[in-house]
Structures are given as structure tokens and as C-alpha cells.
């Protein structure tokens, strides 16, 4: 089994200003986070707007990044949603060659209790022909995934790890505290890599890694060290322009960063729109400190 402690990139699907996928862009992000220093890329989940791609898009965006990761770091698909049989069907559906791992958020819109929550995904992983990640967003699917419930899961054979977006640090800690050995506490936010950390997480699944890979994954690994000088130092290097990245929602901050590092285009699909010029300013001016602080 893949490790998948560290840094993982939440990998975006760059667009044509068409709408159509952008696959030039999509194999020049992917060379760029390979060759980034992460530790594993993560595609199609709510960064690479997977709401919007039909079933065959979501095939050929992983296929084409399979074939340019050409095996250099693992590979974490995301595949989740509120209709579980839907999600176990799916399973026969997706080629999943080149894939180490499954990210799947709690079923949104639907509010399930704790037991459906657990229910489903207890459905989930006994289908599934890969090691899952949970993944935790109240923000985006209306109901939080206890840390009892995260606990009962991380029993199960299949379920590895999860990936914790609730920004509540109390619950995170009380899931590290209780975990069963092997199981990977990994933070969803960007901004609190380093508390996360502190209490013992395993590493995050990252948003701003899209644009700055290497600098974003020094900071875990100085946290992994024990280095926590060099993980503030890092932190506040990046910390206003992660905050500028989510000002006008995601991914919409992350686009606008990679056109300005001249590496995709920014276009998104609806109901997503880009980022309004102010914004898009300010994200210039921050890529250029940060540039200049990394080059100093």
C-alpha cells in the first residue's frame, strides 16, 4: 500500500476558454506538481470542479494524468457523491488502472445521520477495489462527519485515512488521539497545516500546492522534522496569499494563480466565474513577493 502521509495536491481541470478540457494545460500542471517535490497528486475532487465533468471527462483527465505521472508518485481518484449505489456501481465503470487510492467526501445535500454516514461508507469500502480516504467537508455538504464516526470507519480494512476539512482542531485532535494505528489524519485546509501537524497529523491534501508545490510541501516536512521555526517561517510566507486564494471561492483563486504563473488558463465552468480583477491584482502582487522571498 501507498503511503500517503505528507503533501497531496487537490489538482485542478484547467479549461478551454470553449469549456472544453484543456489537455495541453492538464499535462503542463501535471509535469509541474511531479516535478514539485509532493508526495502524491489527487484528481477530480472539488478542486478539479468534478461536479461539472461528465463520467468520460473524469476518465480522460485521470487517464491523461496517469500517463504523465508515468508512475513517478501515487494517484488518489476522487469518487464521491450522496447516491451510494450509484458510487459502487461506478466502480465498475472506471478504469482505475495507474490509481493507488479513493478520496470520498460525505454524502452531500441528503444530511445523513451519523449512521448513514457510517452506513454508507461501511457499503462503500466493501465495494471498493482500492483503499479509501474519507474526506470531511461540512462547509460543502451540510452536515459534519463526527469524530466518533470517523473512528468506526478507520476500523475497516479498506478505509486508510481521512481527510479532515471541518476546521475544528478539537476534532481533529480527538480523532489522532484514538486512532488505530496506520490510520493517516490529513487536514484539508490549507491554513492550518501547521497546528494540524502540531497535534500529530500526518500531512494535507492542499489547494495552493497547485501553484507552489515545492514551497507548500517544505513546510509538512519541517513539521514531520520537528522543525517548527522553518514550518512558521514557511507559513507566513504563504499564509495572505492563501487567504487571497479562497477570498472569491475555490477554485477560482488557484486558476487565477496558475495563469498568472503562466502555467494553465483560468477559465472555469458554471456556476463557477473567475475571479474579479481586484483580486486577480492582489494575487499578482503576492505570487511576485513570494517569488521574491523564495529566490532571496
Do not use: W
Amino acid at each position: 500500500m501507498k503511503d500517503f502521509s505528507g503533501t497531496g495536491v487537490a489538482m485542478v481541470t484547467p479549461f478551454k476558454q470553449s469549456g472544453e478540457v484543456d489537455f495541453e494545460g492538464l499535462e503542463r500542471l501535471t509535469q509541474h506538481l511531479v516535478k514539485g517535490g509532493l508526495e502524491y497528486l489527487v484528481v477530480q475532487g472539488t478542486t478539479g470542479e468534478s461536479a461539472t465533468l461528465t463520467a468520460s471527462e473524469k476518465q480522460e483527465v485521470l487517464d491523461c494524468v496517469v500517463d504523465v505521472n508515468n508512475g513517478r508518485l501515487p494517484i488518489v481518484f476522487g469518487h464521491g457523491g450522496n447516491n451510494t449505489r450509484a458510487l459502487i456501481e461506478g466502480f465498475e465503470k472506471i478504469d482505475l488502472k495507474g490509481v493507488d487510492a479513493i478520496l470520498s467526501a460525505s454524502p452531500y445535500y441528503n444530511k445523513p445521520t451519523q449512521a448513514g454516514i457510517l452506513a454508507h461508507y461501511k457499503a462503500l469500502a466493501d465495494a471498493s477495489p482500492l483503499p479509501i480516504i474519507l474526506y470531511n467537508v461540512p462547509g460543502r455538504t451540510a452536515s459534519n462527519m463526527l469524530y466518533e464516526t470517523t473512528l468506526a470507519l478507520a476500523e475497516h480494512k479498506q478505509i486508510i485515512a481521512v481527510k479532515e476539512a471541518s476546521g475544528d482542531l478539537d476534532q481533529v485532535g480527538a480523532i489522532i488521539k484514538r486512532k488505530p494505528k496506520g490510520f493517516l489524519v490529513l487536514s484539508g485546509d490549507d491554513p492550518l497545516l501547521v497546528p494540524h501537524m502540531a497535534l500529530g497529523g500526518d500531512g494535507i491534501i492542499s489547494v495552493i500546492a497547485n501553484a507552489f508545490p515545492k514551497q507548500f510541501s517544505d513546510i509538512a516536512r519541517a513539521c514531520k522534522a520537528g522543525d517548527y521555526d522553518k514550518a512558521r517561517r514557511l507559513h507566513y510566507l504563504l499564509v495572505d496569499f492563501i487567504y487571497l486564494l479562497f477570498q472569491e471561492g475555490n477554485p477560482g483563486g488557484i486558476k487565477a494563480a496558475l495563469q498568472i504563473l503562466g502555467i494553465t488558463q483560468q477559465y472555469l465552468r458554471l456556476p463557477l466565474v473567475q475571479v474579479g480583477s481586484e483580486l486577480y491584482r492582489k494575487l499578482e502582487k503576492s505570487i511576485s513577493n513570494i517569488q521574491k522571498a523564495s529566490n532571496a
